[in-house]
């Protein structure tokens, strides 16, 4: 099976910069997707990653260390909509389908 | 390009009673998933459809089943309510083949059972 571990909550300030982390556990990983979902809606992607390294797209950034198992997103000039949770989510063997971590709750605050 | 609908958006039932909901994916996709989504457990796997067969299952008793249409719409059914069952049921679909893998998903259909 898999294990993927994220923080529960982080609060952060409109403007600054927040890392949120993603740690995890598996075999025969195929790639390492980040989701936005805010309440009540469904979640939306935000970036996938299958090489070490960083990937930038916009205010939002994902970093992946395979070797490490652990990955982060990187949320710049942060807004009061960014808050939202934030899903880490895995694929691995034989299948694409990627299992989900808990998800991270985001409150920005001015 | 339409999205993902799932319908009903909301439901009651009572335990004992069975369900089923829908879910139509984007044209052209024809891999579903169905995913069960709680506060305390988040976002957990139910089974995947491509082309009218179940082709990856999570874990989940067998009152959880589901089939998928040549139209490649999808329905799931869960017999037998408990009140864990209570949640809020996320359908995705994605294009097979594509770079990411990108699952899109519905609003969802929120289940509650008393």
């Known amino acids: 099976g898999q294990n993927i571990d994220q923080p529960t909550e982080m609060t952060a300030t409109e403007g600054a910069i927040v890392q949120i982390n993603c740690t995890y556990q598996?075999?025969?990983?195929?790639?390492l997707f980040w989701y936005q979902q805010h309440a009540g809606e469904a979640p939306t992607f935000l970036s996938y990653?299958?090489?070490?390294g960083l990937e930038e797209k916009g205010r939002f950034s994902s970093f992946l260390s395979r070797s490490k198992g652990y990955s982060y997103l990187l949320l710049k000039e942060l807004q009061m909509k960014d808050s939202a949770s934030y899903l880490c989510a895995v694929s691995s063997g034989g299948s694409y389908i990627p299992t989900f971590g808990r998800g991270t709750s985001l409150i920005v605050h001015p | 390009k339409a999205g993902v609908t799932q319908t009903p958006r909301y439901l009651i039932k009572t335990r004992g009673q069975q369900v089923t909901l829908s879910c139509s994916p984007i044209s052209g996709h024809r891999s579903v998933s169905w995913y069960q989504q709680t506060p305390g457990q988040g976002l957990q796997f139910l089974f995947e459809?491509?082309?009218?067969?179940?082709?990856n299952k999570g874990n989940f008793p067998g009152r959880f089943s589901g089939r998928q249409f040549s139209n490649s719409r999808s329905e799931m059914n869960v017999s037998t309510l408990e009140l864990g069952d209570s949640a809020l049921y996320l359908c995705?679909?994605?294009?097979?083949?594509?770079?990411?893998?990108?699952?899109?998903f519905g609003e969802g259909s929120r289940l509650t059972v008393l």
């Open positions: 995705a679909s994605t294009l097979v083949g594509g770079n990411t893998g990108e699952l899109f």
């Open positions: 459809y491509f082309s009218e067969t179940q082709r």
């Open positions: 598996t075999s025969g990983f195929n790639g």
């Open positions: 990653n299958v090489l070490d």
